[in-house]
């Protein structure tokens, strides 16, 4: 293979990635991406209203009432106490789909504890509780999409 055609191939690999991570901003609704990969950094800006990047916390934010843990008719999920999504991806309960999952309904969990994980762009996170809690409800099913602030669990603190 001569150097012009590995050139190409190389080129068009990145392009079709490139591709990718602007479908994925589409989809998500998302002004700016910033993707870090063995030394190389891209960003990514789409035109529109300028807004403030969130900050991601290292646990899932609690929030006194959610007015996003809706139905799709629009009735309330929850009225009390949520734990929100700390980010955007897909939600999982446990650590893979033939193991338990990390917390049950009407279980409580301590500071720390691992609650589920969300995977964004290819890096599994794990959500930790910030409060001492019990879980009343589960208000994703496994395998679906959250955005960031998304109510994951209805909660009570202890």
Excluded: W
Excluded at 110 to 123: D, F, P, R, T
């Amino acid at each position: 293979m001569n150097k012009t055609k590995k050139n190409k191939d190389t080129s068009n690999s990145a392009l079709s990635e490139i591709k990718g991570l602007y479908e994925f901003m589409k989809k998500n609704a998302l002004n700016t991406l910033d993707y870090r990969q063995q030394g190389t950094h891209i960003r990514l800006m789409r035109k529109g209203p300028a807004q403030s990047m969130p900050i991601i916390a290292a646990g899932a934010q609690v929030s006194p009432q959610s007015p996003q843990a809706v139905t799709s008719q629009g009735q309330p999920l929850h009225n009390g106490e949520t734990l929100k999504s700390p980010l955007m991806g897909i939600f999982y309960r446990g650590p893979s789909p033939s193991s338990p999952p990390f917390v049950r309904e009407g279980e409580s969990v301590k500071v720390g504890q691992v609650l589920c994980l969300i995977e964004s762009m290819k890096v599994f996170n794990e959500v930790k509780a910030d409060c001492s809690c019990s879980i009343e409800k589960v208000l994703v099913e496994n395998g679906k999409p959250v955005k960031l602030g998304h109510p994951l669990f209805a909660i009570k603190k202890t």
